[in-house]
């Protein structure tokens, strides 16, 4: 039997991650619309074909941000999305993560099994040694998500981001390699 090459860049038992490509434009749109009750007011993810493929476009080409899609490994349906973004090389190998999950898939465990696997990929291949995290106080699935992968809470920025109209506090959290491999 002929061996097919998987499309994950990484797989666990449940999901898989891949890079974000423009084909993944309706699907991840029509997840966007029908999830807009469970990212509201945390997260503005583009919404129509063309939000989606400036989007996608700069997670594709700008060596500073990595964009994966976590899928599920029993049909491929888009679970939800993780971004890498401000990274930073040198001395400091850091980037900023960002998450969504999409309805369907929500409560499920699917996001967790994924920020593990891209977690995994930003220390092994990317060669990263600090990943970091800033949620808003109340986005308590978001904040759940980080302690639950190992992420320690480092400090409180009151006015940190411009969200929805308005600077933002936001909780710091990060992991470093040193602190998955010791743990």
């Given at each position: 039997?002929?061996?097919?090459a ?10 898989g ?5 423009q ?29 989606y ?13 990595a964009g994966y ?15 890498i973004?401000?990274i ?7 980037g ?7 309805a369907?898939?929500?409560?499920r465990?699917?996001m ?11 220390f092994?291949?990317l ?17 759940a998500l ?7 809470l480092e400090?409180?920025s ?18 470093t390699?040193?602190?998955?491999t010791?743990?």
């Amino acid at each position: 039997m002929p061996h097919t090459a998987s499309p994950y860049l990484a797989e666990g038992p449940r999901v898989g991650i891949r890079h974000f490509t423009q084909d993944d434009a309706a699907e991840f749109t029509a997840r966007v619309r029908e999830s807009l009750d469970l990212h509201r007011p945390w997260l503005f993810p583009p919404a129509t074909a063309e939000a989606y493929a400036a989007y996608a476009g700069r997670l594709i080409e700008d060596e500073d941000r990595a964009g994966y899609l976590v899928c599920d490994r029993d049909d491929g349906a888009i679970a939800g999305y993780i971004n890498i973004n401000n990274i930073v090389r040198g001395a400091f190998q850091s980037g900023a993560l960002g998450y969504g999950a999409f309805a369907h898939a929500a409560g499920r465990g699917l996001m967790k099994e994924g920020l593990n696997l891209v977690i995994g990929h930003a220390f092994g291949p990317l060669g990263l040694h600090r990943l970091e995290i800033n949620a808003q106080p109340g986005n308590t699935a978001s904040l759940a998500l980080a302690r639950s992968c190992g992420f320690r809470l480092e400090g409180y920025s009151p006015g940190m981001l411009y969200v929805d109209g308005a600077w933002r506090d936001h909780e710091r959290w990060a992991l470093t390699a040193e602190m998955r491999t010791s743990g």
